[in-house]
């Protein structure tokens, strides 16, 4: 099973990145996905999580109204559109495959995770 990040980059406060996550087999389709992000000398924090079927979205406080996560199931893929971007969005991003269909905020409730994409926010 493999958790295949991408899509991060340098970018000025206020730009727009999408975030994408492939995931190989049949460990996508069933199972909730979340995304989590981990700045300098900080520890992981949750900041997105949806269902298998895409219809119960959650997020982080500090990122509501200007992230939203959706996936394609047809292509094994699930985003993470991030908008009006801040400095202290400043992280690596992890996308994680849930233990549930649901999804949880909790980095214990995910039995796989990818690699990690960089996203720096210059202000």
């Known amino acids: 099973v493999q958790l295949q990040a991408s899509g991060g980059g340098l970018v000025q406060a206020g730009d727009s990145l999408r975030l994408s996550c492939a995931a190989s087999?049949?460990?996508?389709?069933?199972?909730?996905m979340g995304w989590f992000r981990q700045a300098p000398g900080k520890e992981r924090e949750f900041v997105a999580h949806i269902s298998w079927r895409g219809g119960s979205t959650s997020y982080a406080d500090s990122v509501k109204g200007r992230f939203t996560i959706s996936r394609d199931n047809a292509k094994n893929t699930v985003y993470l559109q991030m908008n009006s971007l801040k400095s202290e969005d400043t992280a690596v991003y992890y996308c994680?495959?849930?233990?549930?269909?649901?999804?949880?905020?909790?980095?214990?409730?995910?039995?796989?995770w990818g690699q990690g994409t960089l996203v720096t926010v210059s202000s």
């Open positions: 994680a495959a849930a233990r549930s269909s649901y999804g949880s905020r909790e980095t214990p409730q995910y039995s796989y």
């Open positions: 087999g049949r460990i996508f389709s069933n199972n909730g």
